[in-house]
């Protein structure tokens, strides 16, 4: 119902009182966009400002592969087999025995197939997802309207269970990593659970615990490792999300992201206004 009403909302008065409805929904309070001071007004107001339309080169999962061998990284890239402008397009015969399928606009892990069997594996349901995907606008966040859609087929990171993997998320302000967003026990249809940690792996109570994973997240083995890729990565900007993950004994690169969760995540208020001091000081 939240959902239908935001739509409306937006439909009628525009993003800025629809993103106001849906901030007061997600926090109880009315949002201050035109001074914005924790870190969810901030992100939305960048939205609703267009600010982050610049940056849709880098939040493109194809073009942003550029970036990243610019600043003498490549060895984190995952492995490409292919690129479509039409799923229909999509042969299997080209293709791996495992690989994932995904947009290159896609947000949220919901836009993702994976492929762990050829043989039994159902294309005609994978290119109908895919297509949907691909027809996809931002009806908020404008950036994604600004890439051209396309199909990729990456490298499959395998886990000893099988599961999804643990997703690492640096989120970085003027150029330095603040904390970890943690991702883990995804499943198929992109859900997780989340946790935060400091840059050192200590306990933040960042997140709402109906959010949290039943189990501690080990420490991963290259953190140092991927501190440093945060920062090399987030130099350039005031605000982003940099993804990693472990695979192969080695970092990984997932993506860019300049408006994480569209400004609504599941931080709690203390944690918002924390990050909001620590960016609004940067400036």
């Known amino acids: 119902m939240a959902r239908l009403i935001s739509n409306i909302i937006l439909k009628m008065f525009g993003r800025r009182a629809a993103y106001t409805y849906r901030y007061f929904t997600v926090r109880g309070r009315l949002p201050n966009f035109s001074h914005p001071k924790n870190l969810s007004e901030i992100i939305i107001s960048r939205i609703i400002s267009d600010e982050t339309v610049k940056f849709a080169d880098y939040a493109d999962k194809i073009k942003v592969r550029d970036y990243i061998r610019e600043k003498g990284l490549e060895s984190i890239l995952l492995t490409h087999y292919h690129y479509w402008d039409n799923p229909d397009e999509i042969e299997l015969s080209e293709l ?20 762990r069997d050829k043989k039994s594996f159902d294309v005609g349901s994978a290119k109908e997802k895919l297509r949907g995907s691909l027809s996809k606008k931002g009806k908020y966040d404008y950036q994604y309207n600004y890439i051209k859609p396309r199909i990729l087929c990456e490298e499959l990171i395998e886990t000893a269970d099988g599961s999804q993997p643990t997703d690492y998320k640096f989120l970085c302000l003027h150029g330095e990593p603040v904390s970890i967003f943690v991702a883990s026990d995804r499943n198929e249809n992109g859900k997780a659970c989340f946790c935060s940690k400091t840059i050192d792996w200590q306990p933040l109570n960042d997140i709402r615990s109906k959010f949290n994973p039943s189990h501690d997240v080990a420490k991963p083995k290259h953190l140092a490792e991927m501190v440093a890729i945060a920062k090399i990565l987030s130099a350039d900007f005031e605000l ?22 569209g400004g609504l995540f599941s931080y709690n208020l203390d944690a918002l206004e924390r990050y909001g001091r620590i960016y609004n000081d940067g400036k």
């Open 240 to 261: 982003v999300r940099v993804d990693l993950y472990e695979y192969k004994d080695q970092v990984f690169f997932g993506e860019l992201t300049f408006s994480p969760g």
């Open 96 to 115: 791996p025995d495992k690989f994932v399928l995904k947009t290159n606009n896609g947000e949220g892990g919901h836009d993702v197939v994976i492929c």
